[in-house]
């Protein structure tokens, strides 16, 4: 086989790298016992626990995450933005109704023991979606060295929100 022909193999069965165009994306249906949702194809789903129970879908630099944080959003809200007094504010439809979106482009420090390490920039959307139990949170991140406006995998973000559908609230 030419070696152009065993990459191109190769790039087939690795997927999609990290830089590709988010119309390359391929889709599955995700369907657990808190939701169902499209998420791109190659992303891994992994459980979160604790305070924020819900499930994680990353390809390990990007991620969309969905949890219950608690019952009152108004005081969840008010505590998110005086935190991070950076936060856009505007709103998205979500299962056909009107939620709070939150918006916010940070530097993020890497380090440990031996002092600060490098540096990147994080692209974080987060959504919120109250109904009778509490509110849904759904957030979405992206991380580069550079700040991005706007940064690879929004469509696998927006085509997520689209087709997020709750379980029944019991």
Do not use: C, H
């Not at 990459?7 to 995700?30: F, H, Q, R, Y």
């Not at 998110?80 to 420090?109: C, F, M, N, Q, W």
């Not at 540096?119 to 992206?142: H, M, N, R």
């Amino acid at each position: 086989m030419r070696p152009a022909l065993k990459a191109l193999a190769l790039i087939a069965l690795l997927g999609a790298p990290v830089g590709a165009k988010d119309s390359a994306m391929t889709w599955k249906n995700e369907k657990n016992e808190l939701f169902g949702a499209q998420v791109p194809d190659l992303w891994r789903r992994k459980p979160l626990s604790g305070a924020k129970a819900g499930y994680m879908f990353t390809d390990g630099v990007r991620f969309i995450s969905v949890s219950r944080p608690g019952k009152d959003l108004k005081t969840y809200l008010a505590s998110k933005k005086a935190d991070a007094p950076e936060i856009e504010s505007s709103t998205v439809t979500v299962l056909g109704k009107p939620a709070d979106r939150l918006k916010r482009v940070y530097r993020a420090r890497n380090g440990g023991d031996e002092g600060p390490g490098p540096s990147e920039w994080v692209y974080e959307e987060t959504v919120l979606i109250p109904d009778k139990a509490g509110f849904w949170q759904l957030q979405f991140q992206s991380s580069s060295a550079r700040p991005k406006p706007a940064p690879a995998a929004l469509e696998a973000w927006d085509k997520f929100l689209k087709s997020f559908k709750p379980a029944a609230v019991k």
